[in-house]
């Protein structure tokens, strides 16, 4: 499977920064893909800067990334804002 569009492979994760419109609309995404990662328990690695939402999918068991990682990445995407 490829690399989903949008995220980049970089130190063995798949990292994409999203930049939202406001704060409550990054805590907002953040919240998203926290429940999305608690129904798959698969959790990323998530770092929030005002309005930009910086997002790390690996498998820290697998040493790196996974079909699973792109998966997430991937469905990811619907937590973004339309």
Do not use: K
Request: glycine share 4%.
């Amino acid at each position: 499977m490829s690399t989903p569009e949008g995220w980049r492979e970089e130190d063995g994760a798949l990292v994409r920064e999203y930049e939202l419109e406001s704060f409550p609309a990054a805590i907002a995404f953040v919240s998203c893909v926290a429940e999305l990662a608690e129904r798959e328990n698969h959790h990323p690695d998530i770092d929030i800067r005002y309005r930009r939402v910086l997002v790390r999918w690996t498998t820290h068991s697998a040493g790196g990334i996974t079909e699973r990682d792109r998966d997430m990445a991937a469905r990811t995407s619907a937590c973004e804002p339309t």
